[in-house]
Structures are given as C-alpha cells and as structure tokens.
C-alpha cells in the first residue's frame, strides 16, 4: 500500500518506565519482524496520551510528506478504502480536521480526570472546549499537524463522518460502509481481540477497497 497508494500504516509505540526492559524487547522483536511499528522518545502511560499525540505527529510530518495525518486507537475498527475516499474528497481544502465531533467541559479543579492545567486560557471557570473530535479516530491535514506537533491540551481527544458502532451493520448492508465503526460505552470496540473480526464482517467494506480508490 505505501508504495502502490502512498498509504503508511504504523502502530505508535514509545517504551516502558524501564528501557530495554521484558515489554520493551517483546516490541523489538515484533518490530523486527513485521516493521510496522512507528517507535517514539516516550514513556507509554494513560496520563501521557497528549504528549504521545504531540510526539506523534511532530515524528511522523518529520518522516512523510503526506497530505493527510490520521490517529487511530488500536481498538476502533477501520474502513481504510472509505476513510481514503473521505479525506480525497477533501484534499484541495486547506485546514482540514475530520472526526467525530463534540465538545465538553474545561475541567480545571485538580486531581480529577482529564484535569487541563491550562483551563485559563478558555476564559472563566465553566467554559467548554472548542468543539473537537473524539479520540478515536480522527484526520488532519499537513498544516494543522505542524500546529499540534507544538500546541496540545491535556485532553488529547481533538461534520461527523463516523458512526456509532450499533449503526454499522446496516450501513454495511445497504452498501454505505461507515469509516470507523467503535462502542461508544467504553471508546472503542469492547473486547477488541475477541469481536474485531465479528465487527469486520459485519460493517467491512471488502478486500481491496482502498486500493480500488483513486486519489
């Protein structure tokens, strides 16, 4: 797909609390093997998902000129050939962020979760975020990834075009595959290892969609 497409998939990936430790070589070793890892300068933690997000993108304009920077969790289900076709339709437009959108509460009180220690920039105590995507998945273009490689909150989630997972399967059906499909209760799909392929059959788009796109 990347040389075909120019379509790069990587799992992101930085390293445990203590380098070069059990975890850290059971990823070389799977790294060595299937190379589609995308290791970063970070110490994986729930509490550091931003700064992850930062690094990520930073590294990956870094390494690839691409029109389009996606973030995906490891637990969402994707339809790569729609995704492609979504953001082809978008590619002459400058500043483009697609996801699911919503907006939420500046949490400023200390100790809570998702606590952003910068909630006075977005005015007096009570404000809402700007509307942003959920964390799921989400798409950006090369301009606003050089933005949030240096301009990131503390709550890393960032015109809807995913759904809920209870919708997928008869879009599936009718022949309008969505772009991601995941269980809101729990942000994503619960118990991935188990029900992604269950989930695939029921809403995938079929083999070969992304490379039957042309963009």
Known sequence: ??????????????????????????????????????????????????????LYFSTAISIWDADFYVKVDDDVHVNLGM????????????????????????LSQKGVKYHEPEYWKFGE???????????????????????????????????????????????AKAGNACVASFDWSCSGIRNSVERMKIVHNSCGEGDGAARNIDF
Request: with cysteine.
């Open 1 to 54: 797909m990347e040389k075909e497409k120019g379509i790069v998939i990587r799992f992101v990936i930085g390293h445990s609390a203590t380098p070069g430790g059990v975890l850290d070589k059971a990823i070389d070793a799977e790294d060595a093997e299937h190379q589609d890892f995308l290791r970063l300068n970070h110490v994986e933690g729930y509490h550091q998902l931003s700064t992850k997000t930062r």
């Open 83 to 106: 995704l492609v076709n979504t953001l082809a339709n978008h590619k002459s437009k400058p500043r483009i962020y697609i996801g699911c959108m919503k907006s939420g509460p500046v």
């Open 125 to 171: 105590e009570g404000n809402k975020y700007f509307r942003h995507a959920t964390g799921q998945i989400y798409a950006i273009s090369q301009d606003l990834a050089a933005y949030i490689s240096i301009n990131l909150y503390a709550n890393e989630d960032l015109s809807p075009l995913l759904t809920k997972f209870l919708d997928r399967e008869w879009k």
